[in-house]
């Protein structure tokens, strides 16, 4: 059964920075293409980045380009994403997502960032 | 990257089949057939219902389904159960990055 876990996610201050984390389990981690996807409070879904089985290409939507950085160990199944430059508008919560077929096929529960003075 | 379009809400009755549009554009729904379908009921995660504009996976029950025509993609629901109300997004491909859907809400009567 595939498992993903999220991490990392808390209160953080504008300009502040945070990591995130997503422990894979259940699967071959690295064969499979990761993305990150987020959700304001009361809103709807929103993709972040995404990331190669090898690591070898990256993307990432235009708002968060130049502040986040995703990356992964395939020796520990883990996908990272690095936040930088936090603004109020990055509130979210943060899920951890397997992508096949060009479609998020299976979700973490997701963690909560907070970017508030 | 602006989201794709859907109606904010839509509702039907038990038994009937209802079908909710997402409207994008020639550079993402209209060029690429990598459309998903998404479910979620509130405070829990998204799950994945359709893929690749009408593909079903594994357990999706076949009352889903999935279409689409020019930049507007369509999920059908029929045979509508109390079970389906929930919020629907959607998702295409657009080049080097991907765009959802505004969400809609789906009540059943």
């Given at each position: 059964e595939v498992q993903l876990v999220e991490s990392g996610g808390d209160l953080v201050q504008p300009g502040g920075s945070l990591r995130l984390s997503c422990a894979a389990s259940g699967f071959?981690?690295?064969t499979y293409w990761m993305s990150w996807v987020r959700q304001a409070p009361g809103k709807g879904l929103e993709?972040?980045?995404n990331i190669k089985h090898d690591g070898t290409q990256k993307y990432y939507m235009d708002s968060v380009k130049g502040r986040f950085t995703i990356s992964r160990?395939?020796?520990k199944n883990s996908l990272f994403l690095q936040m930088n430059s936090l603004r109020a508008e990055d509130t979210a919560v943060y899920y951890c997502a397997t992508s096949t077929n060009h479609a998020t096929s299976?979700?973490?529960q997701g963690t909560l960032v907070t970017v508030s003075s | 990257q602006s989201a794709l379009t859907q109606p904010a809400s839509v509702s039907g009755s038990p038994g009937q089949s209802?079908?909710?549009s997402c409207t994008g554009t020639s550079s993402d729904v209209g060029s690429y057939n990598l459309v998903s379908w998404y479910q979620q009921y509130p405070g829990k995660a998204p799950k994945l219902m359709?893929?690749?504009v009408s593909k079903r996976p594994s357990g999706v029950s076949n009352r889903?389904?999935?279409s689409k025509s020019g930049n507007t993609a369509s999920l059908t629901i029929s045979g509508l159960q109390a079970e389906d109300e929930a919020d629907y997004y959607c998702c295409s491909y657009a080049g080097t990055h991907y765009v959802f859907g505004t969400g809609t809400e789906v009540t059943v009567l």
């Amino acid at each position: 059964e595939v498992q993903l876990v999220e991490s990392g996610g808390d209160l953080v201050q504008p300009g502040g920075s945070l990591r995130l984390s997503c422990a894979a389990s259940g699967f071959t981690f690295s064969t499979y293409w990761m993305s990150w996807v987020r959700q304001a409070p009361g809103k709807g879904l929103e993709w972040v980045a995404n990331i190669k089985h090898d690591g070898t290409q990256k993307y990432y939507m235009d708002s968060v380009k130049g502040r986040f950085t995703i990356s992964r160990d395939n020796a520990k199944n883990s996908l990272f994403l690095q936040m930088n430059s936090l603004r109020a508008e990055d509130t979210a919560v943060y899920y951890c997502a397997t992508s096949t077929n060009h479609a998020t096929s299976s979700w973490g529960q997701g963690t909560l960032v907070t970017v508030s003075s | 990257q602006s989201a794709l379009t859907q109606p904010a809400s839509v509702s039907g009755s038990p038994g009937q089949s209802i079908t909710l549009s997402c409207t994008g554009t020639s550079s993402d729904v209209g060029s690429y057939n990598l459309v998903s379908w998404y479910q979620q009921y509130p405070g829990k995660a998204p799950k994945l219902m359709i893929y690749e504009v009408s593909k079903r996976p594994s357990g999706v029950s076949n009352r889903f389904s999935g279409s689409k025509s020019g930049n507007t993609a369509s999920l059908t629901i029929s045979g509508l159960q109390a079970e389906d109300e929930a919020d629907y997004y959607c998702c295409s491909y657009a080049g080097t990055h991907y765009v959802f859907g505004t969400g809609t809400e789906v009540t059943v009567l």
